[in-house]
């Protein structure tokens, strides 16, 4: 097993992962900005590193800092966690050439996945339902609005690196379209330093259903179920749940085999997410595959018990899968809750929920600083219960309890959508917050 391994990361999931591998018997090694010389993760792991000033570009995002860190301190692994580094194919590659490995799929599968038009191109050759829309990238306005009109409005544009929101614009007729395609380009060759687009149908209101997946590196794969993320506003993440309350027994059955299948198609090696989106009519359709772990991994952890970032060493090590899909068994319902901080600053005070099934991930202590530089999500809280009903009055409780003083979090705005009659009742659509939280 590696000897030891390098968290290329910050805040919670830094922590998540120092726990992961302490529980191994793996060293860690932490890379910290100077803004956080005293945050858990510089704390809690054997070794910590320096890698540079505040500005994530000078330290988070810095490769050659980060890669120099890895060697001279002697990890033989590197995890990036989710943002940062995670899906950067460059980085991936570049831990290859230095012989340490990186724990996530090879920099060649990152590369084909983030660029999301040529991965609706893979998937649709592998019998994988993609929304209706074009085969190749557009190169102008008159080229997009010929397609556009193929498809039929609503239409959405979408950026060929975006993913989270940014370069895409929905465009509801041919008069909006040449607008809304420079706007979409504009703002994804300022994002991405590339103006490729793509066009699809737009799908409206639908519900985000993303399933987990790990594939090992012997051709082997499964899915350990969706996660149903419809929770959302401007593109952030708000509450994630599993099992998704809007699937059927069968239809679960026949995306999970679509994801392993997509899995398979991209020669895709350890944890990772292949996002649908489902209409109103039960239509299921791939919209990408995010090739890292991600933020809401623990409720798919909360109903397999399973440890996906255990899972992900074991498999970066090269250990074949311990279970095929038949031996995967969901128990019960779990929930997210992700707390975010509405300003920079320190908490100056913390009280945290505990009890039967809930659990805090959080990088937060008494007298933890917030930088202005990075995410603002600073707890998750995770509650299963028996069923539905059971985890969501679990998170009514343990919001109540959690207490956050020094800083202006969510947390309010969080317990008034955990006991709003509408989501009380489920499922909820990626319209919800729009129309019950103006
Ligand atoms: C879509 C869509 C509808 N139709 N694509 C959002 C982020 C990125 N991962 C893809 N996303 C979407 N793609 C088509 N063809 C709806 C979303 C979407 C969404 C859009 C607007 C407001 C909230 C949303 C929440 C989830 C997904």
């Known amino acids: 097993m590696f000897q030891k391994i390098l968290i290329a990361n910050r805040g919670e999931i830094a922590v998540r992962i120092i726990r992961a591998c302490r529980e191994m018997g793996i060293k860690t090694v932490a890379v910290y900005s100077e803004a956080d010389s005293e945050a858990l993760h510089t704390l809690l792991a054997d070794e910590a590193v320096c890698i540079g000033p505040a500005k994530s570009k000078d330290s988070y995002l810095n490769m050659e800092r980060i890669l120099s860190a890895a060697v001279a301190m002697g990890a033989d692994a590197i995890h990036p966690g989710f943002g940062f580094l995670s899906e950067n194919a460059r980085f991936a590659e570049l831990c290859a050439l ?40 557009v190169r102008d306005v008159d080229e997009g609005r010929v397609l556009a009109e193929k498809i039929g409005y609503p239409v959405m544009i979408k950026a060929a690196l975006g993913g989270g929101g940014k370069g895409m614009r929905i465009v509801r007729s041919g008069e909006e ?40 590196e012997h051709g082997n794969a499964v899915h350990l179920g969706e996660r149903d993320c419809s929770v959302q506003r401007h593109h952030q993440k708000l509450i994630e749940e599993a099992p998704s309350a809007a699937l059927s027994e069968k239809q679960r059955e026949r995306m999970g085999e679509t994801a392993v299948r997509a899995a398979k198609a991209a020669g895709y090696t350890n944890a990772g997410t292949v996002e649908f989106l489902l209409d109103k009519s039960g239509n299921f359709y791939f919209i990408e595959m995010n090739t890292r772990i991600q933020v809401e991994h623990p409720v798919t952890e909360m109903i397999t018990g399973l440890d996906l970032v255990k899972e992900q060493i074991r498999i970066a090590w090269g250990e074949p899968l311990r279970f095929s899909q038949k031996d995967i068994r969901f128990s019960g ?10 300003m920079a600053g320190t908490v100056t005070g913390l009280m945290l929920p505990g009890g039967c099934g809930v659990r805090v991930d959080t990088a937060m202590y008494a007298g933890s600083r917030i930088p202005p530089d990075y995410d603002a999500m600073i707890i998750k809280l995770i509650v299963r219960g028996g069923d539905r009903a059971e985890a969501v009055k679990k998170m009514q409780c ?41």
């Open 333 to 342: 319902h779990a929930i997210e809750c992700r707390i975010n901080a509405r």
């Open 98 to 137: 230095c012989r340490i490995k990186f724990i996530g799929p090879e920099s060649g599968v990152i590369a084909k996945l983030g660029n999301k038009s040529e991965a609706r191109n893979t998937m649709e050759a592998a019998g994988v339902p993609v929304v209706p829309g074009g085969h190749e990238p």
């Open 398 to 438: 343990a919001l109540g309890e959690l207490g956050i003083e020094g800083v202006e979090t969510n947390l309010e705005e969080q317990y008034a959508v955990f006991t709003h009659p509408v989501f009380e009742a489920g499922p909820v659509d990626t319209g919800f917050m729009e129309r019950c939280f103006k």
């Open 177 to 216: 379209f040449e607008a809304g395609f420079l706007n979409a380009r504009r703002e994804a060759e300022k994002a991405f330093s590339d103006g490729t687009m793509y066009i699809e149908k737009y799908i409206e209101n639908p519900r985000h259903i993303e399933f987990q997946i790990l594939a090992d």
